[in-house]
């Protein structure tokens, strides 16, 4: 069993930037293979960055060119690095390991 612990998000204007972190613990042994994902009120939930197997990160075309994920296996945590956010970028963000998930950390982007 993987736990996943989010932290991170908060309040931002548009344009503004936040930076995520998804620190796990349990039975994992590398960083590759995990996703962030968000989930909007009213929507569903989606899918916005992987770390992969072959070390070249992944991303939605919404986060492409604006975030960035990055992690460490010696902490095992990944980040979500978030610059020029828009308000459609609100929601609760996830981590997710395999079938495990996080409890989430809001970001609102709001003027």
């Known amino acids: 069993q993987v736990q996943l612990v989010e932290s991170g998000g908060g309040l931002v204007q548009p344009g503004g930037s936040l930076r995520l972190s998804c620190a796990a613990s349990?039975?994992?042994?590398?960083?590759?293979?995990m996703n962030w994902y968000r989930q909007a009120p009213g929507k569903e939930r989606e899918w916005v960055a992987r770390i992969t197997i072959g070390g070249s990160p992944m991303y939605s075309d919404s986060a492409k060119g604006r975030f960035t994920i990055s992690g460490t296996n010696a902490k095992n945590t990944v980040y979500l690095r978030m610059n020029s956010l828009k308000p459609e970028d609100t929601a609760v963000y996830f981590c997710?390991?395999?079938?495990?998930w996080g409890q989430g950390t809001q970001v609102t982007v709001s003027s």
């Open positions: 997710n390991y395999n079938a495990c």
């Open positions: 349990g039975s994992i042994f590398s960083i590759l293979g």
